[in-house]
């Protein structure tokens, strides 16, 4: 059986000193049986390289590199999970995208009061990253590793 792709999707910029929330995911997607496909990994040492331009990293960044192969790393994965800690337009960006190729969307939102637009693109809303275990442990799209 073909393990399933999951595309972590989440802040970066203000928050490129602030990724550990990915491997948590990351951990949690393994355990359960999926493979995850995290931008931050080849990205990374993009951002790294610009710090010195505080803030203004993506601004020297070729946007259509980048983005063009999230695009399509989200439409060669099964389901994206969206970390939203705080409005991103990234990542609001790759929920819609994910969503209107008929992937399966899960939020993690920590937002109080998250923009309909949110709630339209998502399939499932959870309220921390603890949830999405919860959530795959419970779930038939997830497989407990024994």
């Not at 939102?109 to 419970?138: A, R």
Request: glycine share 6%.
């Amino acid at each position: 059986m073909k393990k399933k792709k999951v595309f972590i999707s989440g802040p970066i910029q203000g928050m490129e000193h602030h990724q550990e929330y990915r491997s948590l995911i990351r951990h949690i997607l393994l355990k359960y049986g999926y493979v995850p496909i995290d931008p931050w990994e080849r990205e990374k040492i993009i951002y790294s390289a610009r710090a010195e331009i505080k803030g203004a990293w993506w601004r020297n960044v070729p946007p259509p590199d980048f983005i063009k192969r999230d695009l399509e790393d989200i439409s060669k994965c099964d389901m994206l999970v969206a970390y939203l800690p705080r409005i991103s337009a990234g990542t609001c960006m790759e929920l819609f995208y994910a969503k209107m190729k008929g992937k399966r969307t899960v939020t993690i939102c920590e937002l109080e009061n998250p923009s309909p637009w949110i709630i339209f693109h998502s399939d499932v809303i959870l309220g921390s990253i603890e949830d999405l275990e919860e959530f795959l442990k419970d779930r038939k799209y997830g497989k407990k590793e024994s």
